[in-house]
């Protein structure tokens, strides 16, 4: 299996990288195209993959392909290639707000499309990816793609009407849960920790609710009850959120976001 990544930037380094080393796919079985020397330089060094700048090359050789470029320059990609694509061909897409009827229509129709929404924790293998797939998709595909997507992280299918919610959620949630976690460092800071202590203080219990939620299956109700003890510190702070308007605001971001996500598809 080869695998062609059109576009090198950071997210698709970050799966690529998954992918190679986790043994998924071999180095020279995968290609980056992108036309910045530097980034094609610093995957072949690093990950040892082949590099070319040559989309048409890309295309010919590999019958995967994941469309990592800007959203604003896929379409113009797709219709470079479109006499190129053929039906064993798979795009995986990871452009926001690229619809599969927009991919398609650009794409033409014998290629079969994959939409996936990641979000910036691959970096980090931490990565929470949603993906739909198209009508004409094998289920083979849908494998795959879990598999690529998954050794960063976690991977869900979801149906594409479901997309704007999952793109305010995981992937603009990641500056939400950021922004937080920063009103809580600064109110730390506030009561007299040093900043970097009440930085680490705050990502690290961020990243242990988060896998013990996770790993235990409990309900984020049942856990804020397993922490507050009956007129202890939780409680008290618990009882000021309580009484703000946090939840409120919370929904409205993510209304925002995702209402903007829904403009974006129609653009």
Known sequence: MKIGFLG???MAEAILASAVQSG????WDVMACDKVEERRTLMEKQYGVIVTDDVAQTVKSCKVLVLAVKPQDLDALLGEVKKLLTDKHLLISIAAGKTLATLKKAAGPKPRIVR??????????????????AKN?????KKLVAQIFGSAGSVLELGEKRFDAVTALSGSGPAFFAYVMQAMVEGAV???LPKEAARLLAEQTLIGTGIYLQHTGMEAGDFIQAVASPKGTTAAGLAVLEKSSVKAALGKTLAAAAARSA?????
Not at 137 to 141: G, I, L, R, S, V
């Open 263 to 267: 403009e974006l598809s129609q653009a």
């Open 8 to 10: 090198a930037g950071k």
């Open 24 to 27: 998924l796919c071999d180095p």
């Open 190 to 192: 506030a009561l007299g």
């Open 116 to 133: 996936v929404m990641p979000n910036l924790a691959l970096m980090v293998q931490e990565g929470m990816s949603v993906f739909c797939a």
């Open 137 to 141: 998709a094998k289920p083979a595909d």
